[in-house]
């Protein structure tokens, strides 16, 4: 709610100067929806994860009321007081980069969400992976906890790499550490650049590797990785919950073991199960044999990764971007013409 109300005197300069047909507001930016309502013009709620459409506060009505409270105050301060509508939830349209195979029935504004599934772009190349580590006659997996969780994967990362390291010869590992929190069997490498840029595991610092000795063809540590190229090549993904990796991940038809860890991982993790496509593990008491046994079972037990491709083809049918911005441009047509927003004096 503090960062609504900073960020509402410039969303409210920036509607009034370029006067759009429609305002498009992230979900967990509620200052755009609200501003946009007060001066009269349309606006479209971009849900990145669908977390918010699952009902997960009914079970807790005083938090849920509350909420709404909070809500109904902001919007008095910088909204339409005389509305109701709920700021998370356009009332004319909500894009979801998810679709119903893995997010479920929504709880709430099902009549407005427009299912597009994830948009996912191609990213620029690296050269800096060591492609030639992966040996194709091998089964690979994947281990990362994203950029923002690595203050608390010390513990979980190592717990990962004596789980595989018990299966050693049966599969090859990435995993990613961005922070060198894991300690190293050896010592590092030197840096090398990476142009790769993914939103949960790389950006353009440099991949370092580190393995146990220099011929090491069972773990690979690295800083960073090219995801999306790499999930092409992996059978399976230990990871947060996060519904980048998630999304990713599933688009690529590739079954998951979770550890959700905050905010909306919980939910994308019991999305992920009850599309049967990955096992849950608890982030703070995994230990390697339970990691060891959840990784088993999904790149051992096929129907895992049937309905991993199963979410993948839906997602891959929904349209993404494409679909989003069609989706957009009907609702800009019903405003019959150029928003002209209402002056901040004539409220």
């Known amino acids: 709610m503090p960062l609504a109300e900073a960020m509402a005197p410039g969303v409210a300069k920036a509607i009034e100067e370029f006067r759009p047909d429609v305002v498009i507001a992230d979900q967990q930016a509620v200052a755009g929806g609200l501003v946009a309502e ?24 005083k938090i849920d009321a509350w909420l709404d409270g909070q809500m109904n105050e902001v919007r008095g301060r910088i909204g339409d007081p005389e509305s109701a509508a709920d700021p ?9 980069f998810t679709t119903e195979e893995l997010a ?5 504004a099902g009549d407005r969400i427009r299912y597009v599934g994830p948009s996912i772009a191609e990213r620029p190349a690296t050269t800096d992976f ?7 006659a091998r089964l690979a997996v994947l281990v990362t906890l994203g950029t923002a969780n690595t203050d608390a994967g010390a513990r979980f990362l190592t717990e990962c790499r004596e789980a595989v390291r018990a299966r050693a010869g049966r599969f090859q590992t990435v995993i990613v550490d961005p922070e060198g ?13 990476d142009s790769s840029n993914t939103p949960d595991s790389s950006n353009t610092q440099g991949i370092r590797e580190t393995s146990s000795t220099p011929d090491d063809k069972d773990v690979l540590v690295c800083r960073y990785v090219p995801q999306l190229p790499l999930l092409e090549r992996v059978s399976a993904v230990v990871c947060h919950a996060g ?4 999304c990713e991940t599933l688009w690529h038809g590739v079954p998951l073991v979770v550890a959700p860890i905050r905010d909306d991982q919980p939910v994308v993790a019991a999305q992920v199960v009850d599309a049967g496509a990955g ?7 995994a230990r390697a044999a339970g990691l060891g046994e959840a990784l088993d079972t999904v790149l051992y037990e096929p129907g895992y990764r049937i309905a991993a491709e199963r979410v993948g083809a839906s997602f891959r049918a929904a349209g993404g971007a494409v679909a989003a911005a069609g989706h957009l ?15 901040e004096g004539d409220r």
């Open 104 to 108: 479920g029935r929504p709880a709430r």
């Open 329 to 343: 441009e009907a609702l800009a047509a019903k405003t019959g013409g150029h928003a002209t927003p209402t002056p």
């Open 88 to 96: 998370r939830f356009s009332p004319d349209l909500v894009l979801a």
């Open 181 to 193: 929190v894991l300690t190293p069997d050896t010592p590092d490498t030197p840096d090398t650049p």
């Open 130 to 136: 060591p492609w030639e580590w992966l040996d194709p």
């Open 279 to 285: 096992v849950r593990v608890r982030f703070g008491r």
């Open 243 to 246: 519904h980048n990796t998630v």
């Open 38 to 61: 007060r001066l009269g013009v349309r606006w479209a709620t971009s849900a990145t994860t669908s977390a918010e459409f699952t009902g997960a506060l009914d079970g807790l009505p």
